[in-house]
Nanobody, 118 residues
Framework: QVQLVESGGDLVQPGGSLRLSCAAS????????MGWYRQAPGKQRELVAS???????NYADSVLGRFTISRDSAKNIVYLQMNSLKPEDTAVYYC????????????WGQGTQVTVSS
């Protein structure tokens, strides 16, 4: 059974930085796609950033230029470097490891809280 464990969430002042990490345990294979999502109170979960096996990235417009997603494929770890944080970035952040081909899987982490406040 694959489990994802996130870390790095914290309380930070506006303009500050955080780095989130998400590691997979129990997987004996290389992960195709990795992503970070977030859910603020009263809002739907939304995609923040994603990265493919070959390193292609995709970002939400709201974080473009401030957040950077990266991965260590050998260790099945995904990172999210968050700079210039704003109060509207406050949310629970979830990592996701997923694939549709050649095998199908979809794993989620338990979430880590990021709070941006002075």
């Amino acid at each position: 059974q694959v489990q994802l464990v996130e870390s790095g969430g914290d309380l930070v002042q506006p303009g500050g930085s955080l780095r989130l990490s998400c590691a997979a345990s129990g997987s004996g294979f290389s992960i195709n796609n990795m992503g970070w999502y977030r859910q603020a109170p009263g809002k739907q979960r939304e995609l923040v950033a994603s990265i493919t096996r070959v390193g292609s990235t995709n970002y939400a417009d709201s974080v473009l230029g401030r957040f950077t997603i990266s991965r260590d494929s050998a260790k099945n770890i995904v990172y999210l470097q968050m700079n210039s944080l704003k109060p509207e970035d406050t949310a629970v952040y979830y990592c996701r490891f997923y694939s549709n081909y050649p095998i199908r899987y979809d794993y989620w982490g338990q979430g880590t809280q990021v709070t941006v406040s002075s």
